[in-house]
């Protein structure tokens, strides 16, 4: 866990009633006991619960939901300012069809004096020194930056994310979530669209052709987005959590649907691709996280561009002319053709007349003579 965390003053430790409890832990969990107030002909039903779009992880006898989660999962909401760090979610009970959703806001709040994660590119750990997280959007060959921040709807965005570590190390990162906003402060973003979620699921890949990319070695992640409509003509930021674990570590996953397939491919062992089952659902796979470090990146900003209207303009009046100069070369052939049928015709008839019955006005057929004589 990044040390920065542990400077961190803990400012909201609970918030309790009879019917929540909200324990932030030090920053970076949260236990969440919940008994939504129901009528009593309504039984607790487990699977109606949600911490944002996390289902419990398990239940009281005692009607209560209970929920364990990361503060980087299950969609918290992070804000930064000057003075703390927020994070914030909605516990949200489905009744019936018939009746409303019961709901309850969830909030931890801690003292910022020391980072503002959103923008850092390094953390520092005791047994590796400064270990340096990095992202950035990439030319089609990902040999250098990408020459341009600006990319035409349905073509190809390449992006990696690399972790370097001075010590011998090997490490190999994940993308563990990706998020799509209009602004570099999530919070503020008037439009957010997920791209990786439900821990290393690569959701793009399920509408479109987006997909990871074959590792060149594990402290790379190379990344297709293909531009899709998102706020098109603004200024796009992607928000991402990078981690980075022992190569020999085998509690994580990067999963991409493969559209020909119809399946969902685990990356590093295709063979083992079961393990992303849980993409079309909740994915909980969280195992010896004292061993990983993690880095959130904002990239950005860029812009996904669709057809202007004076390029539909000329396309379309471009479209007309080749259609009218189509019609033209048509025409032409059909006259052409009816030109020289008609040519050929007149000098079959001339030959008939001419050649073949004798050429003379008084010609008589053999027939006739014979028959004189």
Request: proline residues 4%.
């Amino acid at each position: 866990m990044i040390s920065g965390w542990l400077l961190l003053m803990f400012v909201a430790t609970a918030m309790a009633n009879n019917d929540l409890t909200v324990d932030c832990g030090s920053g970076d969990s949260v236990t969440v006991r919940w008994r939504p107030r129901l009528d009593s002909s309504q039984k607790l039903d487990p699977s109606r619960g949600l911490l944002g779009n996390c289902p419990p992880s398990f239940t009281m006898s005692d009607d209560m939901l209970i929920f364990y989660a990361l503060l980087r999962d299950c969609g918290f909401l992070k804000q930064v300012t000057a003075d703390s760090v927020t994070y914030s979610n909605m516990l949200i009970y489905d009744r019936q069809p018939e009746l409303p959703f019961i709901s309850q806001r969830v909030q931890c709040v801690y003292d910022s004096a020391v980072s503002k994660t959103t923008t850092f590119s390094a953390v520092e750990d005791e047994k590796e020194g400064l270990v340096t997280f990095s992202m950035e959007l990439m030319n089609s060959d990902f040999s250098a930056p990408a020459p341009s921040m600006r990319f035409q709807l349905g073509s190809i965005i390449p992006i990696r994310a690399t972790v370097e570590s001075p010590s011998h190390r090997q490490l190999k990162i994940y993308m563990e979530s990706c998020v799509a906003a209009t602004d570099a402060n999530i919070s503020r973003a008037a439009q957010v669209h997920p791209i990786i979620a439900n821990v290393g699921c690569l959701m793009e890949s399920k509408s479109g052709n987006s997909s990871f990319l074959p590792r060149r070695h594990p402290a790379e992640m190379r990344l297709h987005l293909q531009a899709f409509k998102f706020a098109l003509g603004q200024n796009i930021f992607l928000h991402c959590d990078l981690e980075a674990w022992d190569v020999q570590s085998m509690d994580r996953k990067m999963c991409h649907y493969r559209q020909q397939q119809r399946r969902w491919e685990l990356l590093d062992d295709p063979s083992q691709s079961y393990v992303c089952s849980c993409c079309e659902f909740s994915c909980f796979w969280r195992m010896n996280c004292t061993k990983g470090l993690s880095a959130r990146k904002v990239l950005g900003p860029f812009v996904m561009e669709g057809e202007s209207r004076s390029d539909t303009s000329l396309d379309t009046q471009s479209s007309a002319e080749g259609g009218l100069t189509v019609a033209l070369l048509w025409l032409l052939v059909v006259s052409v053709t009816a030109a020289l049928v008609t040519i050929m015709g007149v000098l079959a008839v001339s030959y008939y007349l001419c050649f073949w019955r004798g050429g003379r006005l008084g010609y008589r057929p053999i027939r006739d003579l014979l028959t004189k004589y």
